[in-house]
């Protein structure tokens, strides 16, 4: 069992390690290389004004006096590399799954609903079965299945929040390709602290706007979509996400219908979470919020 700390170095890009091993070779080198110069210039130049007892004694506490200066500093700053390499590995083993998810559900589930959904529209043009209502909601459901499967390996193939660009520049962009995408206008309204979610909560946010974008374009016939993030009033940790549209809206529960697979979807995702979720119609807008409570 490999030690905790930098021993996997296969894990680690070529200049974090790099920066690594001169961190270390410092920390080695420093204290031998204080007592070394110590030594020479009280043997030098200081022989005649310090004898040899007050000498020893000055050599440790000169090493110490480094250590806490120079050293606890290079230590803190291998700290730091520690936890950004731990969050390297996080990201690895998080993408390496999510591929392996998302080529399974290719290879498997994908195209066993993409043959289904062929062999529907062949029964539909070759008049094998009566085209009665039954028939028709079938096909439709196949169809949103398939649909939603396939959206779910281009979610899981596309990493949930680029780690190249900060986490509020993802969501902004979000955005911007889905105005251009759907020429649906989104309003922005930010002010939640960034400070109060995890890395996982940033991920499952992102991926619940969106879809709940996604949905707003495939159900709603909206025209303008509003999008609010805020911390909660009076709270240290908590804060609400709300996405409100202009759309046709639902005349019953929208989670009971066959179709509802993306609300499911933001719903199963807020409750693994441990956040709230709500969707009512109001003002004529249909808003969709998920929260997080305030830590007890």
């Not at 994908?110 to 094998?128: I, K, N, P, T």
Request: net charge negative; hydrophobic share 45%.
């Amino acid at each position: 069992m490999k030690e905790h700390g930098f021993a996997d170095a296969e894990f680690i890009p070529g200049g974090f390690f790099s920066l690594y091993k001169h961190l270390k070779s410092l920390i080695l080198i420093i204290p031998t290389l204080t007592i070394g110069i110590w030594e020479y210039t009280r043997h030098a130049f200081l022989l005649p004004y310090i004898s040899m007892d007050l000498g020893n004694w000055l050599a440790p506490l000169l090493v110490y006096l480094v250590t806490m200066t120079l050293l606890r500093k290079l230590f803190a700053l291998m700290e730091q590399l520690q936890e950004q390499l731990q969050q390297e590995r996080a990201a690895k083993a998080a993408l390496e799954e999510r591929e392996r998810v998302a080529s399974e559900l290719h290879d498997g589930i994908a195209q066993s609903l993409f043959l289904l959904s062929v062999r529907v529209d062949r029964m539909e043009q070759s008049h094998a079965v009566p085209m009665g209502e039954l028939y028709q909601s079938l096909r439709k459901t196949v169809h949103e299945v398939n649909d939603y499967v396939r959206q779910a390996i281009d979610g899981l193939r596309y990493p949930a929040v680029p780690q190249a660009q900060p986490w509020m520049e993802s969501v902004q962009h979000l955005i911007a390709d889905f105005r251009k995408d759907t020429g649906i206008a989104v309003q922005l309204e930010w002010e939640l602290s960034e400070e109060r979610m995890t890395v996982k909560e940033k991920v499952e946010l992102y991926a619940t706007l969106r879809e709940a974008l996604i949905n707003v374009f495939k159900h709603a016939a909206a025209v303008n979509v509003w999008i609010q993030g805020k911390d909660a009033p009076g709270s240290d940790t908590g804060w609400r996400c709300t996405v409100a549209d202009d759309g046709q809206g639902f005349a019953s529960d929208p989670l009971s219908k066959k179709n509802g697979y993306g609300l499911k979807i933001i719903q199963d995702r807020a409750a693994k979470m441990g956040w709230t979720f709500a969707l009512r119609r109001e003002n004529e807008r249909t808003v969709l919020t998920v929260s997080r409570p305030d830590d007890e």
